[in-house]
């Protein structure tokens, strides 16, 4: 009895030796993940992704490691690669959300929003307070001017925390791209008011006043947010154009300077210093900036105007006159092309019976350009289609007289032809031949 329990003992005592080095062998074998982990915090993303390939090479599974890897992927900037892992995790482990989540991202940074859509709707319908998801599928309503489906889903947060000012501002913009003014400054102001530092909200609520013929007020906030942050050019930049719509020349120009001594020099804000300046009776101050101006664009009308008139203030008259040429010289086409639409204009009024419009628009062009035939045509028209005598005598005469000062292709003969028909169209009508 005493032999047999001792054989029992020696038999438990190798099974648990077996049991014990398997499971030590085990040990070895699985992943430690929060080694992993770390080295993700760490920002050694170089050794998460050979520790993890290290890993799939003999476990091709484990979809949390291609997860990690992805992950690594990502923070080095190969997001090809980081979604091909992703891609790798969702097929081995479909039901999970974080990897259905990071495709839709990855989708969403390519642009690809038609294919994160459905997918951020799915997650959105299992956690409708998954502010993630929210965030990233709102982007995309708003994106396809689906602004009441965002606004659906800012105000279930908006409920949830009705302190919480950033959800306000999304919920404020939202409403405003509805075109509720008055709505979208109710819900800015709401956001200053939860937090007076907010520049967002300060700039939303001043264009919403703008647009609600409020500059003054506007203009009030943006001065209120540059006193909040000073270093905000764009504060400068609303302000600036609100007191130049304005005709507020100094207080625009002072702006603008601002935004030039940021290192900004756009051409729009060159140009509006140099007009500032000539706007209050610095013509020297403003030819710098005009001239910077020109060389980032010489076809722009207003800069050769301005600089032609500030160079005449200054008495120098040959840089003046430059400008005025090089104006005239872009004008030139266009006042071409505008004489032959009010042409083309006329033409098809004429041919549709409304002649007194036809005429208005022969003579509009006729202004634009040294067409004497157009006169013609005029005195035509009231001669034949009108029986408006006196003027079609008008219009003859006048055509007579322009004949005397231009060059013309007409003959003799068709001068006498005008001759006769005014002669005709001045002859009383005898008594008997009268209606």
Same mark, same amino acid.
């Given at each position: 009895m005493k032999k047999l329990n001792y054989m029992k003992r020696i038999i438990i005592t190798l099974i648990l030796a077996v049991l014990v080095v398997f499971h030590s062998g085990l040990a070895q074998t699985k992943p430690d993940n929060s080694k992993i982990d770390i080295l993700l915090i760490r920002g050694d993303y170089k050794k998460v992704i050979d520790t993890c390939q290290l890993i799939l090479a003999k476990d091709t599974l484990n979809s949390e490691i291609y997860y990690k890897m992805g992950l690594a992927y990502q923070n080095v900037i190969s997001d090809d690669k980081a979604f091909e892992c992703?891609? *790798?995790? @969702?097929? !081995?482990?479909?039901?999970?959300?974080?990897? =259905?989540?990071m495709i839709a991202k990855s989708y969403y940074n390519r642009g690809k929003s038609n294919l994160a859509k459905p997918i951020l709707q799915n997650l959105s319908a299992i956690d409708s307070m998954n502010w993630t998801y929210s965030y990233y599928l709102t982007s995309i309503y708003i994106q396809e001017a689906k602004y009441d489906e965002s606004i659906s889903i800012y105000n279930r947060f908006y409920k949830q925390d009705s302190l919480n000012y950033s959800i306000i501002d999304k919920l404020g913009f939202a409403t405003l791209k509805t075109g509720d003014l008055f709505g979208a400054i109710d819900l800015f102001n709401k956001s200053i008011t939860l937090n007076n530092k907010n520049i967002n909200a300060i700039k939303n609520v001043a264009y919403c006043y703008t647009l609600t013929y409020r500059a003054d007020t506007a203009i009030q906030l943006l001065t209120n947010g540059i006193e909040i942050d000073p270093t905000? #050019?764009?504060?400068?930049?609303?302000r600036a154009a609100l007191n130049y719509s304005l005709n507020r020349n100094k207080r625009a120009l002072?702006?603008?300077?601002?935004i030039l001594s940021s290192g900004d020099s756009t051409f729009l804000y060159l140009k509006r210093a140099g007009i500032g300046y000539t706007n209050n009776l610095q013509p *020297?101050?403003? #030819?710098?900036?005009? @001239? *910077?101006?020109?060389e980032k664009d010489s076809t722009d009308l207003e800069v050769s105007s301005f600089l032609g008139r500030d160079y005449s203030k200054i008495n120098d008259f040959k840089k003046s006159a430059y400008y005025y040429r090089h104006l005239i010289k872009i004008l030139n086409p266009f006042v071409q092309q505008t004489y032959i639409n009010y042409y083309m204009l006329a033409e098809v009024l004429k041919s549709d019976g409304l002649y007194e419009q036809a005429i208005t628009n022969y003579l509009l062009g006729q202004k634009l350009t040294s067409d004497i035939n157009t006169t013609m045509i005029v005195?035509? !028209?009231y001669d034949e289609k009108l029986k408006n005598f006196p003027k079609a005598i008008y219009y003859y005469e006048l055509y007579l007289n322009s004949m005397k000062s231009v060059k013309s292709n007409m003959g003799s003969e068709y001068i006498e =032809?005008?001759? *006769?028909? !005014?002669?005709?169209l001045k002859t009383p !009508?005898?008594?008997n031949k009268q209606p």
């Open positions: 992703f891609q *790798k995790a @969702l097929s !081995i482990s479909p039901e999970n959300n974080t990897y =259905k989540f905000d #050019i764009d504060l400068y930049v609303r002072n702006d603008y300077l601002k *020297k101050e403003s #030819i710098p900036y005009l @001239l *910077k101006a020109y005195a035509n !028209i =032809k005008v001759k *006769k028909r !005014i002669e005709f !009508i005898p008594a």
